[in-house]
């Protein structure tokens, strides 16, 4: 673990006067930094003003996960992998019952699965939002700066290091983020903009070993939803909504659902609460928006045409083209072998879109995805897609 300053910085005229206000806050707050000194920002391009916060952690989140899971183990802990849960019954005794069919009875269950795969229970699929967003890991040929650095503008844009398997660092990107299912251009060039970027600013591009993307959830006013299923006494605990903090809410979501299993106090609940009223102007807006986006591709999905044929697909590419006059996800591989699936979200059933740079079928809606066999991969769905056995 590094202790980094971590700076949000301001390129354009409107975000200069929001970094403003952030100063004041982390003044107000007490908060160890404020506005950053223009000496200590190491950007290789033109910014406008920055907020830094002093000593922060910077660490390996897998090794971060590995302790934590070593020392729930040594507690008697048990963890269980490749086992999908796809329904919970309430009661005093909460029983979850797993895809193969086993049930486990419990005192308390954590919903901790992203978006909550029981979410009728609270309707959490009208109140949350999934945000897709790219990174890289880039060898370049300039110095890499020391610092963690995040844009306050659009396109976002992450900024920090990492060390190399092989020596040196390694340049850290992330940005291009998109509500799920609806980026304005095809998945794989939101990766280009990203190495564009790192190629302009420092020194070129040697190579990219590595990319990845990652969807966080939001929720209506962007603090996660931590607590009872639904208010009562429900047995049944959900913790989501990190938006892009995971590590630091989910620390904070441990700490708070520990104290309302044993009935201990917690400043905290109130905040976190998920049937707290988020009625403000900004949440009944972003209300709206999401449910008329889920609305909208509802009825955009099943009235959509395809123009492609299956003969047009070239290998490893996807795509829903038409099969006897029927829209048909299909995916053919290098080999040339076709993966045909119903393109029919099992959640609750908007149309799938192909991501080409992850050869999956995704979700509009709430997110779902599945691997081009049709596999779920990520919920709420917890059904596999139906395979299309009309070819
Ligand atoms: S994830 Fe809700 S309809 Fe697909």
Redesign the pocket.
């Known amino acids: 673990m590094t202790s980094q300053s971590a700076y949000v910085y301001a390129t354009s005229s409107t975000t200069e006067k929001e970094i403003e206000k952030e100063a004041e806050a982390y003044e107000r707050l007490g908060l160890n930094g404020g506005y950053a000194a223009s000496g200590d920002v190491a950007l290789p391009f033109e910014w406008k003003n920055a907020v830094v916060m002093l000593d922060q952690a910077q660490f390996h989140p897998v090794k971060y996960l590995q302790g934590l899971l070593a020392e729930f183990l040594r507690l008697g802990g048990k963890v269980y992998e490749q086992t999908r849960a796809v329904e919970i019954e309430k009661g005093k005794q909460p029983v979850v019952t797993t895809k193969e069919g086993h049930q486990i009875k419990s005192k308390h269950v954590i919903v901790s699965s992203h978006f909550p795969f029981n979410d009728f229970d609270g309707l959490y699929?009208s109140r949350l939002h999934v945000e897709r967003s790219y990174a890289l890991a880039v060898r370049v040929r300039s110095e890499i700066p020391d610092g963690m650095y995040l844009n306050a503008d659009k396109p976002s844009r992450s900024i920090r290091y990492s060390p190399s398997p092989e020596g040196g660092k390694l340049l850290l990107l992330g940005g291009e983020g998109h509500p799920v299912g609806h980026s304005k251009q095809e998945n794989l060039q939101n990766y280009e903009k990203l190495a564009d970027f790192g190629d302009r600013y420092f020194g070129g591009t040697i190579d990219i070993p590595y990319r990845w993307s990652s969807q966080d959830i939001f929720t209506l006013d962007k603090v996660p939803y931590i607590g009872q299923m639904r208010t009562g006494k429900d047995c049944v605990l959900v913790s989501t909504g990190y938006a892009k903090w995971g590590m630091t809410n989910g620390t904070a979501a441990a700490l708070l659902l520990k104290d309302l299993i044993l009935h201990q106090a917690n400043p905290y609940n109130e905040l976190f609460d998920p049937s707290r009223s988020e009625w403000k102007p900004a949440s009944i807006k972003s209300f709206v928006k999401e449910n008329a986006n889920v609305a909208k591709e509802l009825v955009k999905g099943k009235a959509r045409r395809q123009d492609r044929m299956l003969a047009d697909l070239g290998p490893d590419e996807g795509a829903l083209v038409m099969v006897d006059g029927k829209k048909v996800g299909a995916y053919k591989d290098v080999a040339g072998h076709c993966h045909l699936v119903q393109p029919t979200?099992t959640?609750?059933?908007?149309d799938?879109e192909w991501n080409n740079a992850e050869r999956s079928w995704d979700?509009p809606?709430?997110?779902?995805r599945f691997n081009y066999k049709g596999e779920v991969i990520e919920g709420?769905?917890v059904k596999d897609l139906s395979k299309f056995e009309g070819a």
């Open positions: 699929f979200c959640h609750m059933g908007c799938v979700c809606c709430h997110a779902s709420p769905a």
